[in-house]
């Protein structure tokens, strides 16, 4: 059997590496010039760098098994160090309750526990709707630590109010329920670990991107070939399969696994889809990533992974530092810009984000000025899929549609519109492939349902 792959990324190396492994013709077609998607690490001109912090958990031993024996992966185990600078302070990141409150000054403290207990009366009277992030973490947090991070942070991440994002972000995200888990948590840890608050985690040595290399040998070594610079212009049904266009040719195939945005997927399909599909596939929106890498002169001293900044006067919603992961990594600094493609900060220069960036990067003790030695700007178009209001309807909509179309299947973050981790794009392209060939189905496998998706 021949298989066409939509997408070089953790899901569509996966699947590739595993339909390879088992005798099939493999091609997987990549738009960018190296493989890895959001989990690669970008090497150019002297740089890498991941794409963001990168951590490699998994519940899985199979997956982690899996991930350990790839050709040349020397797998790192750390101890997270993360924080959140509020009010000029660090906070611990997960929060935990005696931080908060040992860290907060005294009247906003006390503030953030009246708005609690006077969000728990009205609550008996006029409960909140539940559907939206507003409501759902009102309701549980109080507007005290509501107004003061929960509601700016995720404003700066996903550029819509709190109010039109759907509750499903909170519930996947927000893995503690609430002010009273928080201080239960505190008083009486519970034995379950759930996946945010993980302490230990995986990093491979020489960057995340690693693990996609390790993937990518193993299916050029076995036959397999990836086609990079590749975007696909349309998706044609043949009598007996597939035939993938491209500006350069076209290819025949039997069976397509597409693991790109959901919503350039459904344009490639042309007519297969119903029109209702289209306008659904087109409701469906992602969020963008700006990554600004500074390299620096001299060690950087904080210990953290990452550093989340919610307040406005950085751009950056995020920092992480290299070497914290990795002690072989340069000195470096890769700072993270939440954005809508084409906006004014996806459209800002290297020397525009530098300028904005450096008096935060003092302000909050992380390097100098002087240090700085050299910069590199990576932008992604799909970074996060925007889990608005209407989300979830839309995305029922399209999957049900893909799914009723036969000889393809669809996988991965962006071909499930899913916030999902590296782990889980590994074990969805494998059932892909084991979808193809006709063993298992990626829908019976994963619960959909289940609230431990979120990580980065
Ligand atoms: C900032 C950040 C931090 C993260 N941190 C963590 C973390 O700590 N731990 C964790 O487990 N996960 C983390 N993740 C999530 C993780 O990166 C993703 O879940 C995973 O890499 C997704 O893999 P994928 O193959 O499903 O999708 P992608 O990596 O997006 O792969 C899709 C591929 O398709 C290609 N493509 C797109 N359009 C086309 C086209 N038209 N034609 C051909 N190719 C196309 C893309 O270039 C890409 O290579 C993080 C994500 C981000 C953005």
């Known amino acids: 059997m021949k298989v066409a792959v939509l997408g070089a990324g953790l899901a569509g190396l996966s699947a590739a590496e595993q339909l390879v492994r088992r005798g099939?013709?493999?091609?997987?077609?990549?738009?960018?010039?190296?493989?890895?998607?959001?989990?690669?690490?970008v090497k150019r001109d002297g740089f890498e760098y991941d794409l963001g912090p990168h951590r490699f958990h998994t519940s899985n031993n199979e997956i982690l098994d899996f991930v350990k024996g790839l050709p040349g992966i020397d797998l790192l185990e750390l101890n997270r160090v993360s924080r959140i600078r509020l009010l000029d302070r660090y906070f611990d990141y997960p929060l935990a309750f005696d931080n908060v409150l040992s860290t907060m000054p005294l009247h906003r403290g006390t503030g953030m526990m009246l708005s609690f207990f006077a969000e728990k009366i009205?609550?008996?009277?006029?409960?909140?709707?539940?559907?939206?992030f507003?409501?759902?973490?009102?309701?549980r947090f109080g507007r005290g630590l509501y107004d003061l991070y929960l509601a700016p942070y995720n404003k700066k991440l996903w550029g819509i109010e709190p109010s039109q994002l759907s509750a499903d972000w909170a519930s996947q995200r927000i893995t503690v329920p609430g002010?009273?888990?928080?201080?239960?948590?505190?008083?009486?840890?519970?034995?379950?670990?759930?996946?945010?608050?993980?302490s230990t985690f995986h990093y491979p040595r020489g960057g995340v991107g690693e693990i996609c290399r390790g993937f990518a040998s193993g299916i050029t070594e076995t036959g397999g070939s990836i086609l990079f610079s590749t975007e696909p212009t349309g998706i044609g049904k043949t009598e007996n399969g597939w035939c993938i266009y491209t500006a350069q040719s076209h290819i025949m195939c039997d069976k397509v696994i597409n693991t790109i945005p959901v919503n350039c997927y459904t344009k490639l399909l042309g007519d297969l889809l119903p029109e209702k599909v289209y306008q659904a596939a087109s409701q469906l929106k992602f969020r963008a990533l700006v990554f600004l890498t500074v390299l620096l002169d001299g060690d950087i001293e904080p210990l953290d992974h990452w550093i989340y900044t919610?307040?406005?006067r950085y751009l950056f919603n995020r920092l992480s530092i290299s070497k914290n992961f990795d002690p072989d990594a340069p000195s470096q600094v890769v700072f993270e810009y939440s954005c809508q493609e084409g906006d004014d900060i996806w459209n800002m220069s290297k020397e525009e984000l530098l300028r904005t960036t450096i008096p935060g990067a003092e302000h909050l003790g992380i390097f100098a000025a002087d240090k700085v030695l050299d910069s590199d700007i990576s932008r992604r178009a799909h970074a996060y899929?925007?889990?608005?209001?209407?989300?979830?309807?839309?995305?029922?909509?399209v999957l049900d549609a893909l799914e009723d179309i036969s000889g393809s299947v669809t996988c991965g973050r962006q071909g499930l519109f899913r916030y999902n981790n590296m782990d889980h794009s590994i074990e969805m392209g494998k059932f892909a492939a084991l979808?193809?060939?006709?063993?298992?189905?990626?829908?019976?496998?994963?619960?959909?349902?289940e609230n431990t998706w979120a990580d980065g």
Do not use: C
């Open 134 to 139: 507003e409501g759902w973490v009102l309701s």
């Open 24 to 41: 099939h013709e493999v091609v997987v077609l990549e738009k960018e010039p190296s493989h890895g998607g959001l989990a690669a690490t």
């Open 385 to 397: 899929p925007i889990y608005d209001l209407h989300y979830a309807g839309n995305t029922a909509t």
């Open 310 to 312: 919610s307040e406005d």
């Open 179 to 198: 002010l009273a888990g928080l201080i239960k948590e505190t008083i009486a840890p519970s034995k379950e670990t759930v996946r945010s608050l993980v």
């Open 122 to 132: 009205r609550g008996f009277f006029a409960p909140r709707e539940q559907e939206s």
């Open 435 to 449: 979808e193809i060939l006709g063993e298992a189905s990626v829908k019976d496998h994963f619960n959909w349902d």
